[in-house]
């Protein structure tokens, strides 16, 4: 959550991780001094490195590895997904995952798997706005 503002639409925020997501649209952030913040949100993406920390999700969004009885581990339980879109396909619609998370450790998912998940959500709206 660092960076230079490109669009008005973004905020760093460095030194903030993600405490709990609601269902109406808000995210709570908690800094390293133990404030929270409350945000309004239409999408979040949560760029958590090689050693992921899901506390944010609710329990039963936690098993989410490829053997739902252990954690999420990049090396040896990645996260279970839909091959071509990249969807959390044990999670509610809305949850993609790329990267470490799903066993790829190499720079070239910000090619693929950024512009899959991209296609899949923009050809899913495209058909909702379509009815």
């Given at each position: 959550m660092k960076g230079t503002a490109t669009s008005p639409d973004y905020h760093a925020l460095p030194g903030h991780q993600v405490l709990e997501f609601s269902e109406d649209n808000f995210v709570?952030?908690?800094?390293?001094?133990?404030?929270?913040?409350?945000?309004?949100?239409?999408?979040?993406a949560i760029l958590i490195g090689s050693q992921p920390d899901l506390s944010f999700l609710p329990p039963k969004l936690r098993n989410l590895g490829?053997?739902?009885n252990k954690p999420v581990d990049c090396k040896v339980n990645p996260m279970h997904i839909e091959p071509f879109s990249?969807?959390?396909?044990?999670?509610?619609?809305?949850?993609?995952?790329l990267g470490p998370l799903v066993g790829d450790n190499f720079v070239r998912f910000l090619q693929g798997g950024a512009i899959a998940v991209a296609s899949f959500i923009y050809k899913e709206n495209s058909l909702h706005q379509e009815r």
């Open positions: 709570c952030l908690g800094d390293s001094e133990g404030h929270n913040k409350i945000l309004e949100i239409t999408a979040a490829i053997d739902m990249y969807r959390c396909d044990r999670a509610p619609p809305g949850l993609y995952a």
